[in-house]
């Protein structure tokens, strides 16, 4: 397994290919496509690398654009000449996915065939609008896409995102240059800080998720009301409609009051 990629200081998806069988062949409507990145969808990339706009630009390009997914080959059989040389007996092709730090399987998807070469150079490219990519990836329950993995502009695309380019909807980041959506932060205040002995709530940016929600409990709390109080605010957000569908990954930070 390769060291994991990483963006903006968090993991991305390694990459270790999934043994997947799936296909997507090219659509006539690439015919003639030399395979080169959509200029503005990389003008958007290198601002995004260089920490100059969030990631809501990358996305709303990429819904728009054709993305090649990449597909490898796989031996499914093999046998020995009476020589005692190796041969493919039976090989196949299909699209590969990536397995996240967290258990997560993820779609690459990559703007040109150079970003694709640098990666895998066995890895042959597939055309796709990225709206269709984005659907196969919810069809087979795969949670990411990572664009150009690999390379210096390498971005990873949340659940949420995947989600609104698949419907072809808008996507309102989260949190976007380290800072939470206000209608986040509403939603999080409401829905936990009518909780008994919650005395405040905040949002932050995630250490190890997209999101933390920071919580300043009431003092005097036994254990067991410690975790009564944290199990009442996990069933919380776990019941907040706009919580799971804009929120990507969840992380709950105690303070002292």
């Not at 706009?53 to 990358?58: D, K, M, N, Q």
């Not at 490898?72 to 196949?92: I, M, N, P, V, W």
């Not at 800072?179 to 932060?185: A, C, F, M």
């Amino acid at each position: 397994m390769t060291e994991p990629l990483r963006s903006g200081g968090k993991e991305l998806p390694t990459g270790k290919a999934l043994p997947t069988g799936k296909a997507l062949p090219p659509g006539s409507a690439f015919t003639g496509d030399d395979g080169t990145a959509d200029p503005e969808l990389a003008r958007r990339q290198a601002d995004y690398a260089a920490g100059v706009t969030g990631l809501g630009p990358v996305v709303e390009r990429l819904a728009q654009v054709r993305v090649l997914v990449p597909i490898l080959a796989s031996l499914d059989q093999e046998d020995y000449t009476e020589e005692g040389l190796r041969y493919d007996k039976e090989a196949s092709a299909g699209i590969v996915a990536l397995e996240a730090p967290d258990g997560r399987t993820a779609l690459p998807v990559f703007s040109s065939v150079a970003a694709m070469t640098a990666w895998r150079p066995d890895a042959r490219p597939s055309p796709a609008d990225c709206v269709r990519a984005a659907l196969s990836a919810v069809a087979e329950d795969w949670a990411l896409l990572v664009l150009d993995p690999g390379n210096p502009t390498q971005a990873l695309i949340p659940r949420p995102a995947v989600w609104a380019i698949a419907q072809q909807q808008p996507w309102l980041p989260t949190v976007d240059l380290g800072v939470v959506h206000p209608e986040i932060q509403a939603e999080v205040a409401a829905v936990v800080g009518a909780i008994e002995h919650v005395a405040a709530v905040t949002c932050a940016p995630g250490r190890s998720a997209e999101l933390a929600v920071v919580l300043t409990l009431e003092p005097g709390l036994t254990r067991a009301g410690l975790d009564y109080v944290l199990a009442q605010v996990n069933r919380a957000l776990s019941q907040s409609e706009l919580i799971a569908q804009r929120v990507d990954g969840l992380e709950l930070r105690l303070e002292q009051v």
